[in-house]
Every structure is written in structure tokens, then in C-alpha cells.
């Protein structure tokens, strides 16, 4: 309940989020998650870091990212028109029991699609063999999802999808104690999405129409120790067309609406903050010659503003973006990418509304993106580097303002042989404060110093076994970030995966996964987990070693 995303070390609350369409960003509490998604659901994620187009929707400051949820032609196989699947896994380190099943099928353009999950365990130990208090996994997640498409090409798709975390946590969600104390306390969690979509599914000549309504919401009930309720919800509103010019060309249109209030309530007291947005936007995508793409774009947008005092704040703004890729000879490319994006006025979080503001002084926020890069892909071997560099201006905190900014590189590489691949990424990226010190408390729903981090992964499939194998790595280089501000250095940290599965050809319906997750036993806490840096904190420990069994049917 308190995981986050940050992109370029930039927290998700910055960045244009959208779950099938529909904005999301109702933040709540910064000791807990802004957008709580189960990856079950997922079918795809597309992360514009920095530089995002204008129609990813309004207040993508420092990038955007679209989550897509799995549609019936994902899951049919064989060309069947109807279909379903059932899974169990255990872990052994929290003794989690995790079961999801999905029924789901067409019939002459209709579409209908049942999902539901559920998960209960223990508190997990990490390496050092200490149960953290209040991990336990106890959560449902919930899909539904209906859809007509026409014989001409159009489809009308409406969604539902629900996720609630109903069980003791941490009593700072993200953190595992405060001054060697680790007690818990509950954490009522609902989150929920509503989604309607209609469009063609295939882009083709000059009415290409799209239209998105839906809603989003975050709701925190946490009955110690003040009864308190909070509420965030958006509503959402596009129309687009894409005209395609000729084919790689297309210029997109369209307007959109966002309406969203956060609401507190607890035994003594009630608060509420709301904004608007109504916005225009045109993104062209071009390939002028083969070797080169380029895609630009703009905003106009009119926010609105209400403070929990009944002050009303109007700014208006514009944005812009630009990017361009060319093929420089067969295999390597270079890139490039510009925004400047107006961001308005952000809610504050709920939990933060006790406070005494005075919003007279509030400006729009504004940010500025830099972007480049090089890569490089051929005959199975790919390889990248890219730099980049994020400032923003007049970032709300409170009832003021700050300026902050983030900038990194990062190197990639690989090869892929067909019947398997290895890929590995090093990435250092960093933040600063202007005229504030350098810690976590002041990087709330800012940012993550990450520093130095290391992924990789390995995996062959052994078609005459049916089996393939995999590890991967997960390591985070010495943090030295907040020496500078009187703190020490933080540990640094490897971690080791491996996994085996098994999908026999002669029962296609059947699949085994075999993990161990975390082998060497490290204790440690993710680079991204707040106040590592404090000796007054002991921070949100991840799991020890850890097997996990997997079993699943399909039809």
C-alpha cells in the first residue's frame, strides 16, 4: 500500500498518469501509494520519461505513464471465443496464498471479461530473520470489463476495476519504525476505476475519432487514532480524432476536461480542496524520410483552483514539446526531445490539510525537459545511452512554492538469440533542492534520490524441456547524496533472483513456475524507500530469502 513509482527519479504524482484512459493522480497520504495497481491486470505499460506528448493528457511535468488493462483477445488462445484460467501460488517467506481466476469470451462483436484476486499471508522476515510488522498480504483485486466492436472497425469498451488493502500496517505506511518503535495500525485502502472508451481500433485516413469519460478514485479510512477518512477522486474527459496523413504520418486533436477534489474528515474537523482543467491540445507525428521521425506538439490549458478556505485561484498556461529520431546507419539511431510543460495549481494531500495555509502567494507550477540518447540494434545485439535532465519551477509545497530539479544518464545493453537474452542496465540519477537541505522529509512527492542502480536479467527456454530458466539482479551502488546535508552513506546492496518454468507442450492448458527471490538472504531496503538516510527511522526492510510455487490452467 505504500509502493511508488518514479520515473527519472521523479515521483508519479509529477507525471500524467492514466489507467485505460482516465487520469489518474489522487494523492492522499505521502506515506502511502498514489496508484495502487495490481500487474495482473496489466496488459501493457508505455513510461514517456521527461518529454511527453500533448495528448498524454494535462500536468505531464515530468513525463507520463499509460497503464492498459488485458482486453478478452489477450487472454483467448487456439481462436476460441471463450475462455478462462485459475491460479495458485504460495511464498514461503510471509506464508502468502495468493488465488486470482478469470472467466471471459465474444460472441459476434460482444466481449465480456470477469477477473478476480485475493491474497492473505504473514508479516515476511527480511534477511536478518526479523518479521516486519505490518507486510502481511491481505488484499482483493477485482476487473470487469464489457465491449462491442462494430464490423466497421469501431469499438465501444466500458471498465471496471476495483483493489482494497484492509489490513495493519506500518503505522507510517512507508516506514518500518520511528525511533526503534514498529507499531501498526490499520489501513482501510480502496481504489477504484471506471472507464468508458470508444474508437477504431485500426488508425485509417482522416476520421480516426477517440473519446474517453471515467473516473478514478483513492479512499483511506484509518480509524487510529482520529476516526480519519480521506477521499481523493477525479473525473476525466477526452475527444481526439488522428488524421492520418499518409501512412507513418498523423496529426492528433482533441480537448480534454479533468475535475478532481480531495476530501478529509475526522472526528473534529473537515476539509476539501478541488481543481479543474479544461484543455486543447495538437500532436503531429511525422516521417518526412525514412531515416527520420519526428513528433511535435502543444497544450493550452485553463486550471482552476479551490483552497480549503473557499480561495479560488484562475492561471492559464501553455506547452509545448518537440523530439526527433534518425536512423544515422543501419542499426544506430540518436534522439532527442524538448518540453516545457504549465502545470497549474496541484492539490495538496489530504492528510496534510490540518495545516494553517495562505494560498495568496501560490504560483503555477512549470517544468523543463531534456532529453537525448543513442541506440544502437543488430542481428540480436542492442545496446543505449541516454542522458537527461528535468527542472521544475514553482512546484507547490504547502501554501509556497520550490524550485527542485533531476538529471542522470543511464547505459544499457544486450543480446537476444532467439531462444533467450541477456540484458543489463546501469543508471545514476540524481536530485537537488534549491535553497532547501537535501533530505527525505523535503523530497515528499518530489522524488527518490535512487543513485546508482544496476539491473539485469538472463533466460533461455529449452523448447525440447518445455522449460526456461532466468535470473536477475537487482543492485543499488553506495548513496552519498545527503553527506552534503550532515547524513552518512547509505549501504549499498545486491540481489540475486532466479526462476524455472515449466509450459509442456502436450498440455498447453498448464504452466509451473518455480522463484527464489532474494537467494543471499540481503537485508536491505529498496533505494526508492523513504528516510534511509535517518538514524531516528528503521527504514521498510523488503523480503529475505523467499520461494515461490505458481501453478496455472487455462482453456
Do not use: C
Not at 498448464?510 to 531516528?536: H, K, M, P, W
Request: charged share 20%; net charge negative.
Amino acid at each position: 500500500t505504500a509502493q511508488k513509482v518514479f520515473v527519472n527519479g521523479i515521483d508519479e504524482n509529477n507525471l500524467a498518469v492514466s489507467v485505460d484512459g482516465v487520469q489518474q493522480g489522487n494523492r492522499i497520504f505521502h506515506h502511502t501509494s498514489t496508484n495502487y495497481i495490481d500487474p495482473a491486470l496489466l496488459k501493457a505499460v508505455r513510461v514517456d520519461p521527461g518529454v511527453a506528448p500533448a495528448d498524454a493528457g494535462f500536468g505531464a511535468l515530468g513525463g507520463s505513464i499509460a497503464y492498459e488493462t488485458v482486453d478478452v483477445q489477450d487472454l483467448l488462445i487456439n481462436d476460441r471465443n471463450f475462455g478462462a484460467f485459475a491460479t495458485l501460488s504460495y511464498e514461503t517467506n510471509g506464508n502468502t496464498f495468493t488465488e486470482s481466476a478469470a472467466a471471459y469470451g465474444r460472441y459476434e462483436g460482444f466481449e465480456l471479461l470477469g477477473f478476480a484476486k485475493f491474497a492473505n499471508g504473514d508479516d515476511y522476515e527480511n534477511g536478518d530473520g526479523w518479521a516486519v510488522p505490518g507486510t502481511a498480504a491481505d488484499f482483493s483485486s477485482l476487473l470487469a470489463k464489457g465491449a462491442y466492436e462494430t464490423g466497421t472497425g469501431y469499438r465501444f469498451e466500458l471498465s471496471a476495476q476495483q483493489i482494497v488493502d484492509d489490513a495493519l500496517r506500518p503505522y507510517r505506511a512507508n516506514i518500518g519504525g520511528l525511533n526503534g518503535t514498529s507499531s501498526t495500525r490499520v489501513y482501510d485502502t480502496t481504489r477504484r476505476n471506471f472507464s468508458f472508451n470508444f474508437g477504431k481500433e485500426e488508425i485509417e485516413g482522416l476520421w480516426n475519432p477517440k473519446v474517453v469519460v471515467g473516473y478514478s478514485e483513492n479512499s483511506f479510512k484509518i480509524p487510529e487514532p482520529y476516526s480519519s477518512e480521506s477521499t481523493g477522486g477525479t473525473w476525466t474527459a477526452k475527444a481526439e480524432n488522428v488524421f492520418e496523413i499518409s501512412e507513418g504520418n498523423t496529426v492528433t486533436t482533441g480537448v480534454d476536461f479533468l475535475s478532481q477534489t480531495s476530501d478529509y474528515i475526522d472526528t473534529s474537523s473537515a476539509y476539501t480542496e478541488k481543481g479543474s482543467n479544461v484543455g486543447g491540445f495538437a500532436q503531429a507525428r511525422l516521417t518526412p524520410i525514412d531515416r527520420l521521425k519526428v513528433s511535435f506538439g502543444g497544450r493550452a490549458d485553463g486550471n482552476h483552483f479551490e483552497g480549503k478556505d473557499g480561495t479560488n485561484l484562475d492561471n492559464f498556461g501553455l506547452s509545448g514539446n518537440a523530439s526527433a529520431e534518425v536512423e544515422v546507419f543501419k542499426g544506430l539511431s540518436v534522439n532527442a526531445g524538448y518540453s516545457n510543460v504549465f502545470g497549474g495549481i496541484d492539490l495538496e494531500e489530504t492528510f496534510e490539510y490540518w495545516r494553517t495555509w495562505d494560498y495568496s502567494n501560490l504560483e503555477p507550477v512549470r517544468s523543463d525537459n531534456v532529453t537525448a540518447g543513442v541506440k544502437y540494434e543488430n542481428m540480436g545485439l542492442f545496446a543505449g545511452a541516454d542522458v537527461f535532465n528535468t527542472r521544475f519551477f514553482d512546484y507547490r509545497d504547502g501554501a509556497s512554492n520550490i524550485d527542485f530539479s533531476s538529471w542522470g544518464y543511464k547505459l544499457s545493453g544486450g543480446y537476444n538469440w532467439g531462444n533467450g537474452f541477456l540484458k543489463l542496465s546501469y543508471a545514476d540519477t540524481r536530485l537537488s533542492l534549491a535553497d532547501t537541505a537535501f533530505q527525505s522529509y523535503y523530497l515528499i512527492n518530489i522524488g527518490a534520490p535512487v543513485g546508482q542502480i544496476i539491473s539485469g536479467e538472463i533466460a533461455h527456454t529449452f523448447n525440447e524441456y518445455d522449460l526456461t530458466l532466468g535470473a536477475t539482479l537487482d543492485a543499488a551502488l553506495a548513496y552519498d547524496g545527503f553527506v552534503s546535508s550532515g547524513y552518512g552513506t547509505i549501504d549499498p546492496y545486491t540481489v540475486v533472483n532466479a526462476y524455472a518454468e515449466y509450459k509442456p507442450e502436450q498440455f498447453e492448458f498448464l504452466s509451473l513456475r518455480l522463484e527464489a527471490n532474494n537467494i543471499f538472504d540481503q537485508t536491505y531496503s529498496d533505494r526508492a524507500t523513504y528516510g534511509a538516510e535517518y538514524d531516528s527511522i528503521t527504514p521498510l526492510y523488503e523480503p529475505g530469502r523467499s520461494f515461490r510455487l505458481m501453478a496455472k490452467l487455462r482453456y
